[in-house]
Structures are given as structure tokens and as C-alpha cells.
């Protein structure tokens, strides 16, 4: 049995500029639709095409100083891409900003959840 490597931790580019990030959590649906019609098997006929649609939820730390205005993002390129060798960029077009949440506990530093949803999504 071959030993296999996976990828781990990830850099993260919003336009260009490298961000420290926490997690990346990417949610993609296909926009697919089950139709439903009236038969004797009493199943769905077949699926319809939809729109894809792509969400990016980001876990960063609040730096003290120099903080962006998460809100302010419109029409950002976000890539992500792995720190070692191997692996491929996804680059994530036309983002902006759905929401932003500060996090605040006694234990760990301050953080800021972010939702971005991206118009459409490439390899590179």
C-alpha cells in the first residue's frame, strides 16, 4: 500500500491580496430541479437544468489595525490555492459580499465570519 499525501492548509486572495484565514467552507449548487409529474410509478420524470451558484463562507481574524470593510467587497476575484507544491488554484469570480459577523469569546481572538457569493468559479 502507497503512502498518499493530501492537501491541507490553503492561501487565500481576495483580488490579489493575501489574507489570513482560519477556514474556507465553499458551498456549490448545481441548480438542478427534479420534475415531477403525475405517473404510474408515482417518480419524477427526469431534472431540468438551473443556475449554479456558488457560496464562500470565511473565517478570518480581526487584525488591531488596517481592518477591511468586509461589507464593501463587490466584484472581487477570491483564489484559493494550497501552500505546498501540487494542487490546483480555484479562483472565484465577480464576489461580493452577502454578510459579515463579528465573534468575540474570552478564550480566542476576535473574528469575523464572511458570506461571499461568486457569479462563477475557474481553475487555473
Known amino acids: 500500500m502507497s503512502l498518499k499525501e493530501y492537501l491541507g492548509a490553503v492561501i487565500l486572495e481576495i483580488d490579489g491580496k493575501e489574507y489570513e484565514v482560519e477556514s474556507v467552507d465553499i458551498d456549490h449548487k448545481s441548480g438542478r430541479k427534479l420534475v415531477k409529474t403525475m405517473n404510474r410509478k408515482g417518480k419524477p420524470s427526469g431534472f ?6 456558488w457560496t464562500l463562507k470565511l473565517t478570518l481574524p480581526i487584525p488591531k489595525e488596517d481592518a477591511p470593510d468586509w461589507d464593501a ?4 476575484k477570491v483564489t484559493i490555492y494550497p501552500v505546498t507544491e501540487g494542487g490546483t488554484r480555484e479562483s472565484y469570480l465577480d464576489c461580493v ?11 480566542n481572538e476576535a473574528k469575523v465570519d ?7 468559479r475557474v481553475e487555473e
Open 48 to 53: 431540468a437544468q438551473g443556475v449554479h451558484e
Open 73 to 76: 467587497i463587490v466584484g472581487a
Open 97 to 107: 459580499a452577502m454578510d459579515d459577523a463579528r465573534k468575540y469569546s474570552v478564550d
Open 114 to 120: 464572511v458570506t461571499l457569493a461568486a457569479m462563477d
